[in-house]
């Protein structure tokens, strides 16, 4: 580097130095983009800017890449570390080509490849975006799409300079390019123009399309030929003017509408910054290059999220915002519709939908036209299949409405792939699980209003850990292809179909959706420590007790994942304990032998929440340590066969993913798992547990204690009545289930849920053990009633049995 161009550098990176703050995205792409240091690196950029290189330069310093202003040196040739894709704007003149001396720069590049067979050198594009505002349809050109000359770089600078991104992309490898496509000049303008549509594809995934104009919007939606035709057909049916009804279906556009406003996107982020800063000790955000790359690849995302908390909605749009990529449009209920709340979410991406609009074909119409409006212009969507928050902490069945709609978007000739991708939201302190707890005990929902959310602002305090886990996209063209290959014989871009297929597909869908979001389930401190406590009779464990138990949980989901897209904590044991009591959730009491950790009976219904996030992570083994306490010694193909026939039942209760043979594998990873820590021991086909691990054995088996106990029950009431209505039976089993939670000190509220019994009914039906009236098979009720009944306590048994010895009338309903 010539000595003038060090001065100037200097001299540039003073101001910039002071003035600019921006982020990396991702935040470790050394790791999360798998860039090997050991191997050379270039740089790649859109446009010719010396401050753009300089703020890069800060960027890979901070990140342990290599300095882009420190020449690369291969054998006795030196070269730049980067190289620009273009010259960008001038003040009086327009983008420039390929320069010349990047063309020669890759040429050069390209020949160490042709004389060296060993060497691979990666390019690395990267890129810095300072701002983020996609502009209006109003509006001619879309800023963020092109390269800015010298004055509008300065303004942008000094106006958006502490909002900068430094995007950083999966590198190529140029090895991989010579071999496969040579090393002549045309491979080297190959490379600057697919470099050059990159960095397009990335821009727009920041950015998002341009905003719609409401009264554009609302013209489009009316000249539709389906609404024009629903508002003809209303005018007549009821006999009004045409004009009413076209009125009508205005002021529903507008009580739908969002009314986006980045604007206010880079306000809240200074705002939310500052949130969660003060509520949480810090955001842990997973698998997000899997979404970044599906908005570079031009699909319509629709995330899908878990709903914990009225938080979920901020945090996520928050997440994407800081991981590049553009918030999306929120499906967000009417009753958050409120002053002054309404307008700030309407104006931050929320779009507003009614609990039920079943029978008004007018809002129906109106509704489905403006989501498929915001599918055709290619706006990121946002919706919770559940309907509504989680009170138990599980995840919840999914309405299926929203995503009926989102396939009848497809039917209506959307050109975008629409993909789907699910959220698994947690947290180590959900702000309302008090409020749910007294719901769980009869208390009415509290109406939403701006008197609660300065409450909820007067609570601030350190809440822990968050948690976004993105989980494993559904491709719905995929989907459609696999369940009806026939589906594009059904496209109408006027009437919304609803083929007989319809139902079952989006039932199916709605599993796979639920499925995939308990795949990315996060577990952390508390939820662990919670796990364990509660399986303990007197929810009070030693603190060294407690650490190894943590320690097991902790190999056991390291040594045989549950899914790919989950996550485990890193920390030791004794720092996830010491993390779990800074939360104040834990009773702390000293004697002359060490620390008891316990909780009180209040906390631990409470608790019961943060265990129920991540209990099918630890269902299955559980299930194996129950059996194997209960056993002491079994065959492996019986603890096989006892797993098999017990895990239908969890997975539709749990949505658990696998399948028979994911379950055979997940099997043998758990035995050897288990035997690694000593906790069993496999020899000669048999297995059996250590009496060593006893401890550890029995607090890993009550986990799934109370989900046996809840299928004896009603197991057991069939076995005296096969021929019991199904509505006898769901109510009878959840009075048995409140009577043996207050004798036996359970303190799930989801034990007496009475959601959960009508659905291990109705997987026992699809299971075979019922017939279609849901009358029972009384020889395999029987034998699957002698297993469960098998796992679980001689005390709760007997229990089970004396309540069910008086006449099943006389019972009175607790109140839980």
Sequence with gaps: MALWQKIYYKLLNLPLSAWVKTQCIPSEPVEQLNLSLARPIVYVLPFRSHSDLLTLRRTCLRQGLPDPLTPLTIGDVTLPRYVFISHGRKVFSGDDDLPARSLAHFKDLLHLHRQDSELDIQLVPASVLWQRDPGNETQRHQAILRAMNGPEKLWTILTRGRDGMVRISQAVSLRYMADKHGTDQAIAHKLARVAMIHFSRQKLAASGPRLPNRALLFKRLLASKAIDKVVHDEAQSRDVSVEKVRK???????????????????????????????????????????VRQLAQDGHEIVYVPCHRSHMDYLLLSYVLYKEGLVPPHIAAGVNLNFFPAGPLFRRGGAFFIRRSFKGNRLYSTVFREYLAE??????????????GRSRTGRLLPAKTGMLAMT???MLRGQQRPITLVPVYIGYEHVMEVNTYAKELQGQRKEKESFGQVLGIVRKLRNYGLGYVNFGEPIALNQHLNEQVPDWHDYVNPIEPQKPAWMNPVVSDLATKVMTHINDAAATNAL???????????????????????????????????YSPSSSVPQASPADLVDHALSLNKLVVEKDTMGEVISLDRQQAILMTYYRNNVIHLVALPSLIAQILVTHKSISQSGLRACVQQLYPLLKAELFMSFDDAGLESYFDALLHAMHDQSLLCCDDGKVTMNNAKLGELQLLGRTIAETLQRYAITLTLFSHQPHIDKRDLEKHSQMLAQRLSRLHGINAPEFFDKGVFSTFVDTLREQGYLDDDAKANAERIAALNDLVCGLISPEVQLTIQAVLNQPLGTHKTDKS
């Design 374 to 387: 915001l599918f055709a212009r290619g706006y990121s969507v946002e919706y919770f299949a559940e309907g």
């Design 407 to 409: 396939l009848q978007a």
């Design 248 to 290: 009508e279906a205005v002021d529903m556009m507008e009580e739908i509408a969002a009314n986006f406003s980045y604007r206010l996107i880079r306000y809240s982020d200074r705002i939310l910054t500052w949130l969660w800063n003060k509520l949480y000790q810090g955001i842990n955000v997973n698998n997000a290059e899997r």
């Design 527 to 561: 939820n662990l420590c919670a796990t364990a406590l509660l399986a303990s009779r007197q929810r009070a464990l030693s603190r060294e007790a407690l650490e190894t138990q943590l320690g097991v949980y902790k190999a056991l989901l390291t040594q045989a994942p």
